[in-house]
Nanobody, 125 residues
Framework: QVQLVESGGGLVQAGDSLRLSCTAS????????MGWFRQAPGKEREFVAT????????YYADSVKGRFTISRDNAKNTVYLQMNSLKPEDTAVYYC??????????????????WGQGTQVTVST
């Protein structure tokens, strides 16, 4: 089992930045690919970003490319999502997820095994 705990959400204004953290416990963190998803009210959960076990292998949704950065610190068992130039449409509950490392980028929620409880990000105009 892997337990994931997100933190760092909050209420910010458009154009501000936030950094989300997700700390994992239970298994060897470096053996897992990690992802961030988000779900806005009335919408389906959508992919945001993913990072393979190697820290230089990342992939982003077009809607956040150039504004968000996913990173990981395997020594701290933590994955981060740095969010810059936030927009009101970024408002959602953000979830981190993990799965045993594979040979492809996981952009579907079904590709992940473990999920955190989510953290709310609200961007006001």
């Amino acid at each position: 089992q892997v337990q994931l705990v997100e933190s760092g959400g909050g209420l910010v204004q458009a154009g501000d930045s936030l950094r989300l953290s997700c700390t994992a416990s239970g298994r060897t963190f470096s053996n897992y690919d990690m992802g961030w998803f988000r779900q806005a009210p009335g919408k389906e959960r959508e992919f945001v970003a993913t990072i393979r076990r190697s820290v230089d292998r990342t992939y982003y949704a077009d809607s956040v490319k150039g504004r968000f950065t996913i990173s990981r610190d395997n020594a701290k068992n933590t994955v981060y999502l740095q969010m810059n130039s936030l927009k009101p449409e970024d408002t959602a509950v953000y979830y981190c997820a993990s799965a045993p490392t594979g040979s492809f980028y996981r952009i579907l929620s079904a590709a992940y095994v473990y999920w955190g409880q989510g953290t709310q990000v609200t961007v006001s105009t």
